[in-house]
Each structure stands twice: as C-alpha cells, then as structure tokens.
T-cell receptor
Framework: EAQVTQNPRYLITVTGKKLTVTCSQN?????MSWYRQDPGLGLRQIYY???????DKGDVPEGYKVSRKEKRNFPLILESPSPNQTSLYFC??????????FGQGTRLTVV | KQEVTQIPAALSVPEGENLVLNCSFT??????LQWFRQDPGKGLTSLLL?????REQTSGRLNASLDKSSGRSTLYIAASQPGDSATYLC??????????FGSGTKLNVKP
C-alpha cells in the first residue's frame, strides 16, 4: 500500500530536549516536505527536499533541521524544542508535478 | 506570492443537500490543484487532483472543477451525508513544485 509513515504519532517533551520525528515513504517520490498546522494559521511549510541531499527552507524553518540521506526518509529534527513549536506536524511526499500524499501527523507538545 | 483562499470558512447543511465549496488562487501559473479532506486531528486524505490542462474531475459524489484563467476551483458534493463532515482543503502546485494551501472549509452535515 502506498503510504507516508510518520513516527511518533504523539509526543510530549520538555523544553530543550532534542527530538527527531521520522518520515518514510514507499512510493519512490523525489519530493518530500514538512508542514506544521496551527489553529487559524493553516498549513505552513517548514522544509522541503527535491531529492537526496537536496533540502531547502520553507516558510517557517527557524528551530528545525532536516536531512535527506535516502530517498525514502526525511526526518525532522528539533535540536532544542520550545513551547512555540507545540503543533501538529505533517510529512508529505509527491512525484514532480504530481499529487501530494500526507502522513497521519505527529502531535507534538513541548512543556 | 501565491495566495489561496477558501470560502466559506464553515458551512452547516442538512443531510441530503448538494453543496459547493470554493477555492480561489491569485497566480494562474499552476501545475495542478488538489482537494483534500481532513478529519479532526488526522492527516490529509487526497480527494481529487485536477491537472492545469483539465477542467474537472469526478469521483463518486464529488466533482471538482478548475478555471485556471480566473483562478477558481469548486468542489461539488452531491447528496451530502453526515460522514462527509470534515474540513476540506484545496492546494495548488506552482512551477517550483511547491504547494500552497487554503485555510479550509469546515463542513458539518446534520442528520
């Protein structure tokens, strides 16, 4: 089954404790991206990757890092999480100029 | 910069009604437009994808149209059911493979 898998689905952490949210897709898509969704602000792009070893900032990249060492994986790293990074996070993948597929989301709470 | 607007922000209808959700975008240079459904706290499920060269797409009770020149798309839902209650998002893909999302229409279908 074609899918984008994120882990964990839910995470509560403390300020400053590094964390990684994993994202994996099985569709051999070149393009992957991370979004955060907040009430009243909609979906905002954090980082995206056009292919292996090619990543770039989206609209709200501050406080986040990503890497793309393999085509299927695109982890999101929060080196020092802060409460304003409490949000619902989505990973997505797509072929060039094609439909986007989304993961089920990761609800992150930073206390 | 591309801006995507969805009207109305919320809609409540009795079961069985036909309804139309609207999506407008400011830059007509798009590759495709995609409609998604999102249930509370869940991921985005793709409903329909319309390529820029197409005028409409249909899937079951759903029909999406695209008028690229005027920057508009509509999602028509026939014979609405309580199970259709969700937030519906539209997204356009630009020439740089970036998606721009509207803020969504929250639909409530009353039994």
């Amino acid at each position: 089954e074609a899918q984008v898998t994120q882990n964990p689905r839910y995470l509560i952490t403390v300020t400053g404790k590094k964390l990684t949210v994993t994202c994996s897709q099985n569709m051999n898509h070149e393009y992957m991206s991370w979004y955060r969704q907040d009430p009243g602000l909609g979906l905002r792009q954090i980082y995206y990757s056009m292919n292996v070893e090619v990543t770039d900032k989206g609209d709200v990249p501050e406080g986040y890092k990503v890497s793309r060492k393999e085509k299927r994986n695109f982890p999101l790293i929060l080196e020092s999480p802060s409460p304003n990074q409490t949000s619902l996070y989505f990973c997505a993948s797509s072929p060039p100029r094609g439909a986007a597929f989304f993961g089920q989301g990761t609800r992150l709470t930073v206390v | 910069k591309q801006e995507v607007t969805q009207i109305p922000a919320a809609l409540s209808v009795p079961e069985g009604e036909n309804l139309v959700l609207n999506c407008s975008f400011t830059d007509s240079a798009i590759y495709n437009l995609q409609w998604f459904r999102q249930d509370p706290g869940k991921g985005l499920t793709s409903l329909l994808l319309i390529q820029s060269s197409q005028r409409e797409q249909t899937s079951g009770r759903l029909n999406a149209s695209l008028d690229k020149s005027s920057g508009r798309s509509t999602l028509y839902i026939a014979a609405s059911q309580p199970g259709d209650s969700a937030t519906y998002l539209c997204a356009v893909l630009d020439n740089f493979n970036k998606f721009y999302f509207g803020s969504g229409t929250k639909l409530n279908v009353k039994p």
